[in-house]
């Protein structure tokens, strides 16, 4: 099992940034990747980005492409999403995510961050 612990987020105004940040503890080794879901009130959640550990792949959402970049430091493991841009309609609570290639299957979710972009 994976322990994640997701810090950063918070409230900016639409057009500004931040970073988030997720570390991994424990049995990092079992999966083979780390992301972020996000979810908005009323809405399901969904997928922002994920990377290998290996960083060799990056997906993304295409409602973030462009504006998101995903990042990793194996030697922390340690991933973080850096966030620039930001629209009214990127506020939500930030999950991050650790499991299978792509995050098709999710083992570990790491506790939600608050991100609110006022207009």
């Known amino acids: 099992q994976v322990q994640l612990v997701g810090s950063g987020g918070g409230l900016v105004q639409a057009g500004g940034s931040l970073r988030l940040s997720c570390a991994a503890s424990?049995?990092?080794?079992?999966?083979?990747?780390m992301g972020w879901f996000r979810q908005a009130p009323g809405k399901e959640r969904e997928f922002v980005a994920c990377?290998?550990?290996?960083?060799?792949?990056?997906n993304y959402a295409d409602s973030v492409k462009g504006r998101f970049t995903i990042s990793r430091d194996s030697t922390k493991n340690t991933g973080y999403l850096q966030m620039n841009s930001l629209k009214p309609e990127d506020t939500a609570v930030y999950y991050c995510?650790?499991?299978?290639?792509?995050?098709?299957?999710?083992?570990?979710w790491g506790q939600g961050t608050q991100v609110t972009v006022s207009s």
């Open positions: 995510a650790a499991g299978s290639f792509r995050l098709r299957t999710v083992d570990s």
């Open positions: 424990g049995r990092t080794f079992s999966s083979t990747a």
């Open positions: 990377i290998t550990w290996s960083g060799g792949n990056r």
